[in-house]
């Protein structure tokens, strides 16, 4: 595994930031089924560094971290690019100044809009500037990547991106709520809307499985109708990832009674999508 960006900010900075955030949760926008190519450089470090440009200006350097629960942007870069009012206030503290909006990223193939940023210095990236002959200007975080379903060849030193219908939900202005709330446990029940007709298995290979082995297809169900066998590799449903069995039921409840979505599937090594409309019934 790729070691990742660690961020590490204070008690007041993480109130900083807080005080400034808002619930912004505007998705950066392609249009759902298009994919976008964006190469990136492989630092020493083995951080993965992206170039986009943030409203026309630029290019900026960024760590790509896929640990990162928000995206971070300099001061420097937040300034030019017009990304904050320049007359936000400064904390002393990593220069924070709390919440900016890039209106225009553009970065690779892919364009997206209307990303939320919290503008400060930060350390880590000021001390991997400085072993670099280019400077840094932040990280890309949560709020770009959870938008997205990320491909990355390391081989090619690219990224490939399709968005995915997920709401992002604000980490940090849910932070003080989840920390101070009342420690109960909760059990979550997920169970599909609608008739599917599958039994699964458990994936072989845990976490590296490409997806969830289909055991059982129900005769006369819609998924036996659509074409679905017994030995098929369950890959995404609805365009949802269906890594675990909890995750391939979590993406079928949210799949609407009589709604025709694509099933995408490994039979025989080989891709294969097909539609499934389920249908009323338990």
Known sequence: ????????????????????????????????GETAVVPFTLLPSNHMVVEAKLNGKGPYRFIFDLGAPVTLLSNRAADASGAIDKKAPKSFLMGTRGEGKVAKVEMGDL????????????????????????????????????????????????????????????????????LSGPKVAKTIVLAPRALWGLILSE?????????IPIKTVLAGSPSEIAGLKPGDILTSLDGRWTTSIPDTYSAAEKVELGKTVPVVILRDGKEMTIVVTPREGI
């Open 1 to 32: 595994m790729k070691p990742r960006l660690m961020l590490l900010l204070t008690p007041f900075a993480v109130c900083a930031a807080l005080l400034s955030l808002g619930a912004n949760r505007d998705k950066p926008a392609t249009k759902q």
């Open 111 to 178: 364009v997206a809009t209307d990303l939320p940023v919290i503008v400060m210095d930060h350390p880590a990236i000021k001390a991997l500037s400085g072993f670099l002959s280019k400077p840094l200007d932040g990280i890309i975080g949560y709020t770009f990547w959870a938008h997205y379903r990320t491909t990355i060849d390391y081989k090619d030193l690219k990224m490939t991106f399709s968005p995915v219908d997920f709401e992002v939900t604000d980490l940090m202005k849910s932070l003080p709520t989840q």
């Open 203 to 211: 994936p072989e290979g845990g976490v590296s499985s490409p997806g």
